[in-house]
T-cell receptor, first 111, second 109 residues
Framework: DTEVTQTPKHLVMGMTNKKSLKCEQH?????MYWYKQKAKKPPELMFV???????INESVPSRFSPECPNSSLLNLHLHALQPEDSALYLC??????????FGSGTRLTVV | DAKTTQPPSMDCAEGRAANLPCNHS???????VYWYRQIHSQGPQYIIH???NNETNEMASLIITEDRKSSTLILPHATLRDTAVYYC??????????FGQGTELSVKP
């Protein structure tokens, strides 16, 4: 879905590193999401931003820090991650009854 | 929050119709049902969505029961490239996108 783009596609980071995942949507949606997906499991909701304000935090550890600079951009800042945080991280956007858009994901490996 | 339930796996012969069910018995009156599929851990790909009427597009048909407690995604002539995990998703009030556990569809020659 090229209407939602995520960078980078792959990321390997050490447990002491700081990195950021980026997402941009061109669908004009006002809600944006971060999901975490482990192998053979459905995506798990992490955060929801609505109109650039954090509206839902699903009890995510503070080593994950979201940021929404504007209505089109969503970042996920990563710090001091653990190997079990290795997963596919998906960004999504939606508004009302319009079809949600999903990015192709960032495959994160924590070593 | 609404909850969606899907069978974990299904098989389908190539060229036959694939019927994938989803139970969403706690859905509210204005919450849409969306169907997406995911291949090889790529991002979910949109298929179809609906509220209460049956819907059809170039990819699939969506049948929603009159009480809206369940729906069925129909791929009319499945091909090998339709092998994927299919998710039934409900967008609830407040904006959450609630995923089902997904059905792994295997299309066999």
């Amino acid at each position: 879905d090229t209407e939602v783009t995520q960078t980078p596609k792959h990321l390997v980071m050490g447990m002491t590193n700081k990195k950021s995942l980026k997402c941009e949507q061109h669908m004009g949606h006002r809600a944006m999401y971060w999901y975490k997906q482990k192998a053979k499991k459905p995506p798990e909701l992490m955060f929801v931003y609505s109109y650039e304000k954090l509206s839902i935090n699903e009890s995510v550890p503070s080593r994950f820090s979201p940021e929404c600079p504007n209505s089109s951009l969503l970042n996920l800042h990563l710090h001091a991650l653990q190997p079990e945080d290795s997963a596919l991280y998906l960004c999504a956007s939606s508004q009302d009854d319009n079809r949600p858009g999903f990015g192709s994901g960032t495959r994160l490996t924590v070593v | 929050d609404a909850k969606t339930t899907q069978p974990p796996s299904m098989d389908c012969a190539e060229g036959r119709a694939a019927n994938l069910p989803c139970n969403h018995s706690t859905i509210s009156g204005n919450e849409y049902v969306y169907w997406y599929r995911q291949i090889h851990s790529q991002g979910p790909q949109y298929i179809i969505h609906g509220l209460k009427n049956n819907e059809t597009n170039e990819m699939a048909s969506l049948i929603i029961t009159e009480d809206r407690k369940s729906s069925t995604l129909i791929l009319p002539h499945a091909t090998l490239r339709d092998t994927a995990v299919y998710y039934c998703i409900v967008r609830v009030y407040g904006g959450k996108l609630i995923f089902g556990q997904g059905t792994e569809l295997s299309v066999k020659p």
